[in-house]
């Protein structure tokens, strides 16, 4: 009996509803989108392309195991293999052929760009065939189609190549082109089998070892003699789709980041949608007191009522979860590839999106829809009946002890957050916080809302007096007397206000903080650096003979993890080492010792943050094992011990050892300091002069090189802009509903002020105030939440506990807020007056 009048309600009551079908149908559609999102980061599918035509794949095993811990870690350089290991996989049953890869970055300085840089025999793999010249001999390269294009070369021609720390020309021996049906987005060329390895950043190791089956052999059976005969050896087995990350070796790491992101985001668009849902449905139910009254009246129980408002909530989110099953995939395909076009997600990662997704979405709409709907219409439906038909005292009574506790106890909920925030976490990771605290606040405040939005009238009530006359003494009457409805209004602003201010400013926050750790550590006035594969290292004893410069220093950075002793508190991804040269490190660097030198950063030498070595209870001249990004381990004294901000900290190498356990397997940069006297531009102009005689090296002052970081790290966050305005449009899609509802409701209200002798400007006057009200109390309160987080990480931070960004963000979220509220109240009232007074009295 209560379905059918649910269903019949539906058709009487459009305007409510479809205000509920347009709140649930955007939250189902967020959560999907965030859900296609994780599932692609969880598969993480690279479909292979070059190596295409190699049934199994061989590489080095990337995967670092921490002693008490079950999470698996990823190291951060490729793990190369013996060349040996080759002759040892062609000889087992089942395999035609095994190839050793050589790969390494290049670029063709004089028109080209980059590229990927292979050896001949591998062209089979894709399969690659000629379309002009002949295969490579010493001194020869194959370009593909695309690359011979862009740098305007055919078969014949004579190209420049820099490669592995050096340049050379090369003859430009063939051109060729992919298989049909093969895409390899990746400019490729390709050398001799003696210029490959050469050129290869680790001679006498391979990538990794491709292989081609028989045909007729069973790849499974060949894929167990393979590992059988490389028992006890650190490697990996890949086919299928998981062969296209031995090609893009960075999405390994890329899809931990991409699962983290959507499972934030989505989690936070459930607990949006429920009080975007909540406060729809509830205010819709307000609409219908007196409905629901005469109901209870006429012997409906407080059950059938409920019933009732839970299935015409069902009814739409039946319709809701239907129209959000092409629409999350859509948004989220859409997401994705502004994640690649930001270099977020390495664009050959594929997006995939199947049924999964769409069980937590439609988990999260049922939850939604049922919570929503109870939270939303408790009081519409205990009220009893003879108080809701009088409409008088049954909406001023808000307060209820259940209603404290819950409000006390998600405000201390927000407390203890942002205490661990402040006292406990340190740097970047303190911002994963962020969310879970703003919405205990948020739903504290909202809980004790009208009790706020009485103490903001009564703060505002004389200046708005003063301000606006009778209209404002009277929407200031009205807000005090109406404190239920107003703190309803209000808090769809605050929660709009509240996810905007303190997500926006976090972002803002974290670049800040990582730009000025990186500023505040670099001395150098100047920055040498490769189009492709590193600097030669014989380049920095050149630099340092240059009458302009007091010192200079090769640098590089990698990662590895402490295991004798292991660092508790180390960073997931391991401790981030930077390499520099013992010689110039003290002059290009900002660092201090305050134990030993960094004079004696030369071999196996390591200077540490005081925290690590306090943490891991070792000084100057003890030994420490670490496990390099390439696997490879390798013990480390300490000869210098510095202070460094907790959460930044960086450990200083050799350049030298740092540099042999990476994957280019050169230094990336020279930092340059100029000598006393000497400007930037001078200094500037004699390294130009310098890097003209080494083809593609790259000359970048102090500012140009801090400004690319700031520009990098910004553009890198456009992906949580775009989806924390997704989650500030639904936000603002409930302020909307929730004004429109609210004004819907006082229409007879209006027609008796305009009896009594109240214009229509008056009334305008008077909402517009009121407007100026509800904005005002959401912005307060939206303000207080988003300082619950954005105070705490600034400590964590920084010195200071104000977040860094322009005051202009805030001042536009204000001019939003009001301008939303205002336009979303006139328009109804403005229509609401339409009517004639003593036809609208009636209703």
């Known amino acids: 009996m209560t379905g059918k009048l649910a269903l019949r309600s539906l058709r009487h009551r459009t305007g409510g509803f479809l205000a509920t079908f347009l709140a649930l149908f955007i939250g189902a559609t967020i959560v999907m989108a965030c859900g296609g999102l994780m599932e692609t980061g969880i598969r993480n599918n690279v479909p292979p392309q070059r190596l295409a035509g190699a049934q199994i794949l061989v590489t080095g095993d990337r995967i670092h195991h921490q002693p008490g811990k079950k999470k698996q870690l990823v190291l951060s350089e490729r793990v190369e293999l013996p060349a040996g290991l080759v002759d040892e996989v062609r000889a087992v049953p089942g395999v035609r052929t ?105 001679p006498g190791t391979v990538a990794d070892i491709a292989v081609v089956t028989r045909p007729g052999a069973d790849a499974g059976a060949v894929r167990a003699g393979i590992a059988k005969a490389l028992a006890g050896r650190p490697v990996s087995l890949l086919t299928g789709d998981d062969r296209g990350a031995v090609e893009h070796p960075e999405v390994v790491e890329g899809g931990e980041g991409l699962v983290a992101i959507s499972g934030v985001f989505g989690g936070l668009g459930v607990l949006v949608a429920v009080f975007v849902v909540a406060g729809t449905v509830g205010l819709s139910a307000q609409q219908r007191f007196r409905e ?83 939270v939303g219409t408790l009081r519409a439906v205990r009220t009893k009946p003879v108080e809701a038909l009088g409409e008088a005292t049954a909406r001023q009574r808000w307060f209820h002890p259940v209603r404290l506790g819950l409000a006390l106890l998600f405000l201390a909920g927000a407390t203890a957050l942002a205490l661990v925030t402040a006292l406990v976490l340190r740097g970047p990771v303190a911002a994963s916080t962020a969310g879970p605290t703003v919405m205990c606040c948020v739903i504290g405040l909202a809980l004790l809302g009208p009790w706020f939005a009485k103490i903001v009238s009564v703060l505002l009530h004389w200046p708005v007096r003063l301000l606006t006359g009778a209209a404002g003494r009277l929407a200031a009457l009205n807000c005090r007397a109406s404190a239920i409805r107003t703190a309803a209004v209000a808090t769809p602003v605050m929660l709009a206000s509240a996810i905007t201010i303190g997500m926006l400013y976090l972002q803002t926050s974290v670049a800040a903080a990582t730009d000025r750790e990186f500023t505040g550590n670099l001395r150098a006035d100047a920055v040498l650096s490769s189009a492709a594969g590193g600097v030669d290292p014989s380049l920095v004893t050149a630099v340092r003979r240059l009458p302009g410069v007091a010192a200079a220093s090769a640098t590089v950075t990698g990662t590895a993890y402490t295991v004798r002793p292991h660092d508790g508190d180390e960073n997931k991804r391991g401790t981030t080492l930077q390499g520099v040269d013992a010689e110039g490190a003290g002059q290009v660097l900002a660092i201090r010792p305050t134990a030993g030198r960094l004079t004696d950063l030369t071999g196996n030498a390591i200077a540490l943050p005081e925290a690590a070595a306090r943490r891991m209870h070792r000084g100057i001249g003890d030994t420490i094992g670490l496990k390099m990004g390439d696997g490879a381990s390798v013990d480390v004294r300490i000869v210098a011990l510095f202070p460094a901000r907790e959460g930044f900290e ?142 705490p990480f600034n400590l964590a931070v920084s010195d200071g506990f104000l977040p860094s960004g322009p005051l202009s963000i805030y001042l536009a979220v204000v001019a939003a807020a009001v301008t939303v509220t205002l336009v979303s109240t006139l328009v109804p009232t403005w229509a609401a007056l339409r009517a004639r007074p003593v036809e609208a009295a009636k209703v």
């Open 98 to 202: 095994a190839v050793g890869e050589r790969t390494f970055d290049a670029a063709l300085p004089d028109g080209g760009g980059t590229a990927r840089g292979h050896a001949w025999e591998s062209a089979a793999l894709t399969p690659y065939a000629l379309a002009e010249g002949a295969a490579p001999r010493r001194g020869e390269v194959v370009l593909d189609a695309a690359l011979a294009r862009r740098a305007r070369v055919g078969a014949g021609g004579r190209v420049r190549v820099v490669a592995h720390g050096g340049a050379a020309e090369y003859r430009v021996s063939g051109v060729a082109r992919p298989a049909a049906g093969r895409e390899v987005p990746q400019r490729t060329l390709f050398f001799s089998g003696p210029d490959a390895e050469r050129l290869s950043a680790h």
């Open 292 to 374: 629901l009254a005469l109901l209870r009246a006429v012997g409906a129980t407080t059950g059938q009522i409920r019933r009732m408002l839970l299935g015409e909530t069902l009814a739409v989110a039946v319709l809701a979860g239907a129209a959000a099953w092409p629409a999350g995939p859509a948004l989220g395909r859409w997401l994705f590839g502004r994640m690649t076009d930001t270099g977020m997600v390495a664009e050959t990662v594929e997006f995939a999106q199947g049924w999964i997704p769409a069980l937590p979405a439609y988990g999260a709409l049922l939850l939604t829809s049922v919570l929503g709907t109870v």
């Open 650 to 791: 960086t450990a200083l190498t050799s350049a030298t050892l740092l540099a042999r356990h990476t994957t280019a397997g050169l230094p990336a940069q020279i930092l340059v300091k100029a000598a006393p006297g000497v400007t930037a531009e001078r200094l500037t102009d004699e390294l130009g002069w310098l890097a003209a005689r080494h083809p593609g090296v790259k000359v970048s002052d102090r500012e140009t090189v801090t400004a690319q970081r700031e520009e990098n790290t910004r553009t890198q966050m456009w992906a949580n802009y775009l989806i924390v305005g997704m989650l500030v449009a639904y936000t603002t899609l409930a302020v909307v509903n929730s004004t429109v509802v609210a004004v819907g409701d006082r229409r007879r209200e209006f027609a008796l002020q305009r009896l009594t002798g109240a214009t229509k400007g008056q009334i305008m006057r008077m909402m517009a105030v009121e407007s100026g009200f509800v904005a005002a109390v959401g912005l307060i309160l939206g303000t207080l939440a988003a300082a619950t987080t954005l105070v």
